[in-house]
């Protein structure tokens, strides 16, 4: 019971969250906030003070997550805020394995971004960037970036919250059957 509570109440936060990304580019601090003290409440009342604990524990791994994506520019502030309030629902172990899991969606929707470009004649794309960073690479064994050209595809910023909200909801769907399967979860 207390799984499901937790999960009806993550996922309507975490979807929450991405729509607004997806229309505002933002995620309101308001929302996040909100998101944070939730989790720790619930984790207090259907857990106890073990599970504030966790809790807090997991609002710093969220963070620290997806803190470097934003200090070299990758993800917004938002993002990270809003993984470190997912982490107060999951706790520190769980939200790790959440935050692998979008991070993984966010590649599979960047992937997605760079092959719209073969069919968009509007858009320039970065292959051939791409093709000259690896070809340094191999040729001085040295990884060298090429920011992206004005106006090239990879250059645009796509809403990471959605990339969180399915990494997230998969995370969590593959997590309860894995609970049924040890039997713990009904």
Do not use: C, H
């Given at each position: ?58 609002f ?31 706790g ?63 250059g ?31």
């Amino acid at each position: 019971m207390n799984y499901l509570i937790f999960s009806v109440a993550i996922v309507f936060f975490l979807w929450s969250a991405a729509i607004w990304d997806v229309i505002q580019r933002r995620i309101p601090n308001a929302l996040v906030f909100a998101g944070a003290i939730l989790g720790s409440m619930l984790q207090l009342v259907l857990v106890g003070i073990d599970g504030l604990l966790d809790a807090l524990m997991g609002f710093g791994v969220g963070l620290v997550i997806l803190l470097p994506g934003y200090l070299i520019g990758y993800t917004g502030a938002g993002d990270a805020k809003l993984m470190a309030a997912i982490g107060t629902f999951l706790g520190p172990q769980n939200i790790f394995l959440a935050a692998m899991s979008s991070i993984a969606v966010g590649g599979v929707v960047a992937l997605g971004y760079a092959a719209s470009s073969l069919f968009n004649q509007t858009s320039i794309s970065p292959w051939s960037r791409y093709g000259l960073m690896f070809k340094t690479w191999v040729t001085t064994g040295r990884p060298i970036y090429i920011a992206p050209a004005e106006g090239e595809v990879m250059g645009r910023k796509f809403p990471f919250a959605v990339s969180i909200a399915i990494g997230t909801t998969l995370f969590l769907a593959w997590d309860s059957q894995l609970l049924t399967l040890a039997g713990l979860a009904k």
